[in-house]
């Protein structure tokens, strides 16, 4: 008798030894497992805003390299063969003799102006190339419209092209205007004059002739995020 109630005591006491014990290790176990869950989001957010970071580096990227290119291949195709057509506005107008590179960069309402003839190297060309081979091509940099979520400094490069027609009425129906990017927030160009041995901001008939040798640039843009990103290059021109 004295024998069962010790292991009974014995019993009891041991059971209430094991659930003071599981109740510290289930204490343990959920501060470890937070602690773990805790490195883990954490470590998870990480992994995220790479990818987020990621994508973002290679959209702005895909978006400055493709300008670039575009801007190179066409200001390559330069020529000086033909003088501009005139502005629409002004059919009768000329630009000044056989000048056929224009471009001004000011601080109004107009950031850049650029104009110049290239010969067809896979441009749009409406009329299926039926005509000289020459187009006249235009960029312009203009303050972006406000819209939501569009940074009010946000500047559009906007470019046009028609082909080069006599009478310039036929060229005018044929113009194609389009943008090429909404979130441009600097540009830079500048032209080398050869005759003159200096570079130029400035292209005009006034003080230059023919086309210049060297064109280089720089053009900074930013992504949705607002990650900003420059690219420059450098274009000589055959003359």
Same mark, same amino acid.
């Given at each position: 008798?004295?024998r ?17 014990f ?38 702005i990227?895909?978006?400055g390299?493709?300008?670039v290119?575009? *801007? ?6 330069t020529? !000086?063969?033909?003088? &501009?057509?005139?502005?629409? /506005?002004?059919?009768?107008? #000329?630009?000044?003799?056989?000048d056929?590179?224009?471009?001004e ?14 010969l067809?190297?896979?441009q749009?060309?409406p009329?299926?190339?039926?005509h ?9 940099? *203009?303050?972006?419209?406000?819209e939501?979520?569009? !940074?009010?400094d946000? &500047?559009?490069?906007?470019r /046009?092209?028609?082909?080069? #027609?006599?009478p310039?009425?036929n ?9 090429i990017s909404?979130?441009?927030?600097a ?18 008939p ?9 064109v ?24």
């Amino acid at each position: 008798m004295f024998r069962n109630r010790t292991q009974i005591s014995t019993t009891s006491h041991g059971r209430q030894h094991l659930m003071g014990f599981t109740l510290i290790e289930v204490i343990l176990a959920l501060a470890i497992m937070g602690l773990m869950l805790s490195i883990g989001w954490g470590a998870l957010r990480n992994v995220a805003e790479s990818r987020r970071l990621l994508s973002e580096r290679q959209t702005i990227d895909l978006i400055g390299h493709s300008i670039v290119t575009r *801007l190179v291949r066409e200001i390559q195709l330069t020529t !000086a063969s033909l003088p &501009l057509m005139p502005p629409s /506005s002004q059919p009768n107008a #000329l630009f000044g003799g056989q000048d056929s590179f224009l471009a001004e960069q000011n601080d109004g309402s107009t950031k850049l102006a650029m104009t110049f003839l290239a010969l067809e190297g896979g441009q749009y060309l409406p009329d299926g190339g039926r005509h000289s081979g020459v187009v006249q091509i235009s960029y312009r940099l *203009l303050p972006t419209p406000p819209e939501e979520g569009r !940074a009010a400094d946000s &500047l559009s490069l906007i470019r /046009s092209e028609m082909p080069y #027609l006599r009478p310039f009425a036929n060229a005018y129906k044929q113009e194609m205007i389009f943008p090429i990017s909404h979130n441009v927030i600097a540009a830079d160009f500048e032209f080398y004059d050869e005759n003159q041995s200096q570079w130029s901001k400035t292209w005009k008939p006034s003080s230059n002739s023919g086309v210049p040798a060297l064109v280089r640039f720089s053009i900074t843009i930013r992504s949705v995020a607002g990650r900003t990103q420059t690219y420059s290059s450098a274009v000589a021109i055959a003359r």
